[in-house]
Each structure stands twice: as C-alpha cells, then as structure tokens.
C-alpha cells in the first residue's frame, strides 16, 4: 500500500498547488493548456496500445464498451462526482468538479504505470515505477487542478484505493498474473488513455469510464486464445 499512499500524497500536493492558480490563468490559456496535455496523454496512449494484440483490443474493448453502456460506468463515476460535491458544499460557483474528478481519476488510474507498478509493488516490493509515476501525476495535478478545480483533488481517494487493492491481492495472483498477460492489460489500458487524450485535446466526449470492463475482457481473451 505505501506505493498507493505515495501517489495519492502527490496527487493531493499538486492538486493543492494547482488550486493556488485557479482563476488566476487567462481562460483561452487554460483551454489551450488543457489541449497540449491533452495531445501528450494521446502520444502516451498511443505507444501503449502499440503493444497489444490488435484482435484481443478490438474484441475485449468492444464487449467491454457494450456491457459498460449497459450499467452506465460513466454515469456512475459522474454522479458519484456530484454528491461528493453536493456533499460537502464543493460547489463555490464551479461545475467543473465533477468533470475534473473522473478526468483525474481516469488518467490517473488505467495507464500501464498505475497497473504494471501497483503489481510489481504487491509482487516483488519495487515501488520505482509507482514512484515515478507519482512524480508524474503530482505535475500533472498542478495543471489539471489550476483549470478543473478541486474535483482533481478527489482522484486522490480513489487512486489510493484502486492502486492499493492491486498492491494487496497482486502477491496472491503472482502465477496467474503473467508479464505477457500484463502487457496485454497495459495495452487496453492505453486505449482508455487514448481516449481521454482525445477528450481533452478535441472534446471527443468518448465516455471512457463504460471501456473498464474491457480490462476484464482482455484477460478472458488471453487466456482462451494467447494463454
């Protein structure tokens, strides 16, 4: 778990330091601000998916699109956003809460890295790449939380449960969780941040939360065609 506590302490440190400029940056420069991260986050997306196996991505992303329309991922992350903010009278004028939660929670949550070194962290105690990653999201946070608000601020809970519970279970999956089968997750995973590249950078409105379930798939693909 220390992994996970340290990339929700840095999430939370950059968050807070973001906030400190909000309102202050011209709004035509934090919208453009908000596009280059935006084709940055595609460049990364892109280079991860290059990674997997073209049939189980189309396959796992495709059942995994249908069935999360079906239960509403996307809604479900928006709304959970909303009573947080309605919760706790996070409002202050600012719509953007909800969107600046899912935005930070997705991105910072189904990349490779979050995956690839929560499970090395569980596995073999190498916390580097969560590490680094920290060093990452806390930059990023600075200037997602300087245009979208404290909603950024918020990932922090969900990053230190997600990324934790992979720590936790990963050492009892160490012989199912194979480095190929991890690369083929990564790769879907890299799609989903594809996606929220292309949301930032062009407003594609790709409801990115309803592809989670494509993760699932995927290790369903490999094991009964790859494995």
């Not at 400029?21 to 280059?36: A, L, P, Y």
């Not at 929670?105 to 490779?112: E, I, K, P, R, Y």
């Not at 930032?200 to 699932?216: H, V």
């Given at each position: 778990?220390?992994?996970?506590?340290?990339?929700?302490?840095?999430?939370?440190?950059?968050?807070?330091?973001g906030?400190?400029?909000?309102?202050?940056?011209?709004?035509?420069?934090?919208?453009?601000?908000?596009r280059?991260?935006?084709?940055?986050?595609?460049?990364?997306?892109?280079?991860?998916?290059?990674?997997?196996?073209?049939?189980?991505?189309?396959?796992?992303?495709?059942?995994?699109?249908?069935?999360g329309?079906?239960?509403?991922?996307?809604?479900?992350?928006?709304?959970?956003?909303?009573?947080?903010?309605n919760?706790f009278?996070?409002?202050?004028?600012?719509s953007?809460?909800?969107?600046?939660?899912?935005?930070?929670?997705?991105?910072?949550?189904?990349?490779?890295?979050?995956?690839?070194?929560?499970i090395?962290?569980?596995?073999?105690?190498?916390?580097?790449?969560l590490?680094?990653?920290?060093?990452?999201?806390?930059?990023?946070?600075?200037?997602?939380?300087s245009?979208?608000?404290?909603?950024?601020?918020?990932?922090?809970?969900?990053?230190?449960?997600?990324?934790?519970?992979?720590?936790?279970?990963?050492?009892?999956?160490?012989?199912?969780?194979?480095?190929?089968?991890?690369?083929?997750?990564?790769?879907?995973?890299?799609?989903?941040?594809?996606?929220?590249?292309?949301?930032?950078?062009?407003?594609?409105?790709?409801?990115?939360?309803?592809?989670?379930?494509?993760?699932?798939?995927?290790?369903?693909?490999?094991?009964?065609?790859?494995?």
């Amino acid at each position: 778990m220390i992994g996970a506590i340290v990339n929700a302490a840095a999430v939370l440190a950059g968050g807070s330091v973001g906030l400190l400029f909000q309102g202050k940056i011209k709004e035509d420069v934090s919208v453009n601000i908000i596009r280059v991260i935006g084709l940055c986050v595609t460049v990364i997306g892109v280079s991860g998916a290059l990674s997997g196996d073209i049939m189980l991505l189309v396959i796992s992303l495709t059942l995994g699109a249908f069935v999360g329309e079906l239960i509403n991922i996307d809604k479900a992350l928006n709304d959970f956003g909303v009573y947080i903010q309605n919760r706790f009278n996070l409002n202050n004028g600012n719509s953007d809460f909800a969107r600046g939660f899912v935005t930070a929670t997705l991105l910072f949550c189904v990349g490779a890295m979050a995956i690839v070194g929560s499970i090395e962290s569980g596995i073999r105690g190498d916390r580097s790449i969560l590490f680094t990653k920290s060093i990452l999201d806390g930059v990023t946070s600075i200037i997602l939380a300087s245009s979208l608000g404290f909603g950024v601020l918020a990932s922090a809970v969900v990053i230190l449960l997600y990324q934790g519970s992979i720590e936790f279970f990963a050492s009892f999956l160490q012989y199912v969780l194979t480095d190929t089968l991890i690369t083929q997750i990564s790769a879907v995973g890299s799609v989903m941040i594809l996606g929220i590249g292309l949301n930032m950078a062009l407003k594609a409105e790709i409801k990115i939360a309803n592809l989670l379930p494509g993760l699932l798939f995927a290790v369903g693909y490999y094991y009964l065609f790859l494995g």
